[in-house]
Nanobody
Framework: QVQLVESGGGTVQAGGSLRLSCVVS????????MGWFRQAPGKEREFVSA????????YYSDSVKGRFVISREDDKNTVYLQMGSLHPNDSAIYYC??????????????????WGQGTQVTVSS
């Protein structure tokens, strides 16, 4: 059974940084493309970033481009999301997800078969 466990969330002041981690178990990590999504109260889950299995291709939403960096370490079965210049609008539960994405669907939840339980990020003003 594939399991994804996020960590690294917390409360930070506006302008600060956080690094989220997601450890995958139960299957070969390098088989997966990985994504990060977030969901704020009363809002739909939205795409944040994704990285393909080779780490060759990375995607970012317009709202985080230039501030967030996604990376992966296959020998640690871990994907990271380095978040900088955080704004209160970034406050949400952040979820990592694993699946097989394409350039046409990476920003949707459809290609992601496995999800973590989420980690809360709160940015105070």
């Amino acid at each position: 059974q594939v399991q994804l466990v996020e960590s690294g969330g917390g409360t930070v002041q506006a302008g600060g940084s956080l690094r989220l981690s997601c450890v995958v178990s139960g299957r070969t990590f390098s088989d997966f493309d990985m994504g990060w999504f977030r969901q704020a109260p009363g809002k739909e889950r939205e795409f944040v970033s994704a990285i393909d299995f080779s780490a060759w291709t990375r995607y970012y939403s317009d709202s985080v481009k230039g501030r967030f960096v996604i990376s992966r370490e296959d020998d640690k079965n871990t994907v990271y999301l380095q978040m900088g210049s955080l704004h209160p609008n970034d406050s949400a539960i952040y979820y990592c997800a694993a699946g097989a994405v394409t350039s046409l669907n990476y920003f949707t939840t459809i290609p992601y078969n496995h999800w973590g339980q989420g980690t809360q990020v709160t940015v105070s003003s």
